[in-house]
């Protein structure tokens, strides 16, 4: 059975990588009825993924009267990175600081804390919530080397899964192929083995000990029909290329026509022409000739473009359940909280629905990293029972200051938090960990009693003992 498996996964390998030409973009949307072929799948990916990372006037298309030099010539190409805005606005889920507990043995749970618990772990776990969004599926792998565990992310056209026939989610067979400067790079996983290719030649197959394919994937949303979810990426970026041309369009009506031309009818021709403020302008003419300057204006339809840009923003915003207020609400608006999460409400849901989706992925990811860690380190279990508990904290309102002064004390006052959480959560980066921003709480609060008491000795009347805020730390 292995052997057969790695023999589909090397013709799954040899299928070639499709390249993507601006002028098959149209011919990526699925027939009706039909879930998208894998060369669509992956081309949908690539398109996705240029246009989030900003190289979008590569797939400006010309317009139809345009023959393709006119078209590389045209002045006031604009392009506008739509696709990040919104998958960004919605990606924040890891935006606040994301706690997790571990379950699993004494020296295997302080392990998997070294590697999944600290700041680069979330900004990672941003990139996965972003990019599945974005992709519709990503794989992701734990590596080990030097005595660390790192994590890669795959996407979909990078990778290519023979699902597993009992359970659909899952792969008993990935395949991850590349371009290096020898030509075609692949790797196969299978549960048990590893076989790398070079060019589609088997270069070296070996076994491994992961027990397991060491992958973890990453979903948008569960596709009820395929191990891969369609994602929102390629219909976000396909309205942004629309945009993106429609800005053009503007930019080269308003230098073309956007401006009035003046005519000077009938001058001196023996005078020079001199045009400007504080100039005047002598004519010749004899009688029934018709003199004087004119300004023509050519009609240029900006105001119809314009309607046409902003009909196709709001069309994308309410495609992705995106308020246009969760773009316009700024820090110095008198809305009031509620207001502003009622105006939001969508984009919550959103990430209420997104929650237990990345709660199991990172359940999953802790799983795979402690069979990554087992089998490069000694005194292991190879299969150690390993789960994650990870806490998202609700969305921060725009409190104001003294709103949230008042909110802090009251939960202070009735120990629901603690001084150094305040500390660490508002100064995440001054603290490596919420215990460090305890020992430095508790480092200052003795600081300030040893002053006070200084004083005291000195005759002081100022009282310093109580060292600041009080809390359960007391």
């Not at 379950?103 to 990019?131: C, I, P, Y």
């Not at 215990?435 to 003795?446: G, I, M, V």
Request: one cysteine or more; a negative charge; aromatic letters at 8%.
């Amino acid at each position: 059975m292995t052997e057969q498996l790695i023999k589909d996964a090397i013709e799954l390998a040899r299928e070639p990588s499709p390249t993507l030409a601006s002028e098959t973009i149209e011919k990526l949307f699925a027939s009706p009825g039909r879930v998208p072929s894998m060369s669509q799948r992956e081309k949908r990916s690539f398109f996705a993924l240029q246009m989030y990372r900003g190289d979008q006037l590569a797939f400006l298309r010309a317009n139809s009267f345009e023959s393709a030099e006119d078209f590389s010539r045209r002045q006031g190409k604009t392009a506008v990175n739509f696709t990040r805005l919104v998958i960004d606005v919605l990606g924040m889920l890891y935006k606040e600081n994301v706690s997790r507990r571990f379950t699993a043995n004494g020296k295997m749970r302080e392990r998997l804390e070294e590697v999944l618990a600290g700041g680069e772990f979330n900004a990672f776990m941003s990139q996965v919530d972003r990019l599945s969004r974005l992709l519709g599926t990503i794989a992701i792998r734990p590596f080990y080397e030097d005595g660390s565990v790192t994590h890669w992310i795959y996407p979909p056209h990078r990778f290519r899964a023979i699902a597993d026939d009992a359970n659909p989610m899952k792969a008993k067979a990935v395949v991850i192929h590349w371009t290096n400067d020898r030509g075609r790079a692949t790797q196969i996983w299978t549960a048990d083995k590893y076989v790398s290719l070079e060019n589609g030649k088997v270069a070296e197959e070996l076994d491994h000990e992961y027990g397991c394919v060491p992958f973890v994937f990453a979903r948008d949303k569960f596709d009820i029909e395929s191990f891969y979810s369609a994602g929102r990426g390629f219909n976000v970026a396909y309205h942004n290329l629309l945009i993106n041309e429609r800005l053009s369009d503007l930019a080269y009506t308003i230098k073309m026509q956007g401006f009035g031309v003046l005519e000077v009818k009938n001058p001196d021709p023996s005078a020079p022409l001199s045009l400007g403020p504080g100039s005047a302008i002598s004519f010749q003419v004899g009688p029934g000739d018709v003199a004087g300057i004119d300004f023509k204006h050519p009609g240029a339809p900006i105001e119809g473009l314009i309607r046409d840009i902003e009909f196709l923003i709001r069309q994308l915003l309410v495609s992705e359940r995106i308020p246009e207020s969760a773009l316009s609400v700024s820090a110095t608006s008198n809305s009031s909280g509620v207001a502003i999460v009622a105006a939001g409400s969508p984009v919550i849901e959103d990430r209420r629905e997104r929650i237990p989706i990345l709660r199991a992925v990172e359940n999953d990811i802790a799983c795979m990293t402690a069979r990554v860690i087992a089998a490069h380190e000694d005194g292991f279990p190879e299969d150690a029972d390993v789960s994650a508990l990870v806490n998202y904290p609700e969305p921060e309102i725009a409190w104001s200051i003294e709103d949230r002064i008042r909110r802090d004390e009251f939960l202070l006052r009735n120990e629901l938090i603690s001084p150094w959480e305040i500390l660490y959560r508002d100064n995440p980066d001054g603290y490596s960990s919420i215990q460090d921003a305890k020992e430095s709480y508790l480092a200052r609060r003795r600081e300030m009693r040893d002053l006070g008491s200084r004083m005291e000795d000195g005759g002081s009347s100022g009282n310093f003992a109580d060292g600041g805020v009080r809390g359960p730390g007391k």
